[in-house]
């Protein structure tokens, strides 16, 4: 079946602009996490939902990040006023158990 | 930010031999679990090993875990070039509202599996 796929794959935005980056979860996975991999690191968790609902966003970096899951499936990451800090992999997952999750291939942003 | 360290950071071995990449962690934890990330791609579940379990297999890989010294390894065996990537280990020490787990990566091991 499809796995968890992210749109767009590479943005380039300039430095102020907002972003919006887009997630896919697999069909029937109740739980998505978004994560921030900066070059060279492992992810760092940003927030979580179940369904429709933000349970965790604790790892937001500031207030300029925040995401949605209106409808319990796609999910956005929207970024406002980018910084060059934001320049990183974000990464989504999906999970239907407690344990494994499925990761996306990921949004490479380059913020100049 | 990271819970631990892999190490080496970096490995470099020829087609058909082992490699043991290690992972340190910092806080007591419900699960390890290892990824492995090729270039460009998204991470990719290996295995999980439950805190009280010490060893587990799956196929050539082989992964240990010491709660006491907060660590754990993963060794492939029979390398193949195929298996060149990064290497993650992630820890769930924090289980979030709802059940769902936080997962926190380590650094990161890249191998690299020469012919």
């Known amino acids: 079946g499809a796995g968890v796929s992210q749109s767009p794959r590479y943005k380039v935005a300039k430095r102020g602009q907002d972003v919006a980056l887009r997630c896919d979860p697999i069909?029937?996975?109740?739980?998505l996490f978004w994560y921030q991999q900066a070059l060279g690191q492992g992810p760092e968790f940003l927030t979580y939902?179940?369904?429709?609902?933000?349970?965790?966003k604790s790892g937001l970096p500031s207030d300029r990040f925040f995401a949605e899951r209106p409808e319990g499936s796609v999910s956005t990451l929207k970024i406002q006023r980018t910084q060059q800090e934001d320049s990183a992999v974000y990464l989504c997952?999906?999970?239907?158990?407690?344990?494994?999750?499925?990761f996306g291939p990921g949004t490479r942003l380059t913020v100049t | 930010s990271q819970q631990g360290e892999e190490d080496p950071q970096a490995l470099s071995i020829q087609e058909g031999e082992n490699a043991t990449m290690n992972c340190s962690y910092k806080?007591?934890?419900?699960?390890l679990q290892w990824y492995r990330q090729n270039s460009g791609r998204g991470l990719v579940h290996l295995i999980l090993?439950?805190?009280?379990?010490r060893e587990k297999h799956s196929g050539r890989l082989r992964v240990t875990l010491d709660t006491s010294k907060k660590s754990s390894s993963l060794l492939i065996t029979a390398s193949r070039a195929a298996d060149t990537a990064s290497y993650f280990c992630?820890?769930?020490?924090?289980?979030?509202?709802?059940?769902?787990?936080?997962?926190?990566f380590g650094t990161g091991t890249q191998l690299k599996v020469e012919l």
């Open positions: 997952a999906s999970s239907r158990t407690t344990y494994e999750q499925y």
């Open positions: 069909s029937g996975h109740v739980s």
């Open positions: 939902f179940q369904n429709e609902a933000q349970l965790d």
């Open positions: 806080t007591s934890i419900n699960n």
């Open positions: 090993i439950r805190s009280n379990e």
């Open positions: 992630a820890t769930d020490a924090v289980i979030l509202t709802g059940g769902g787990n936080k997962l926190t």
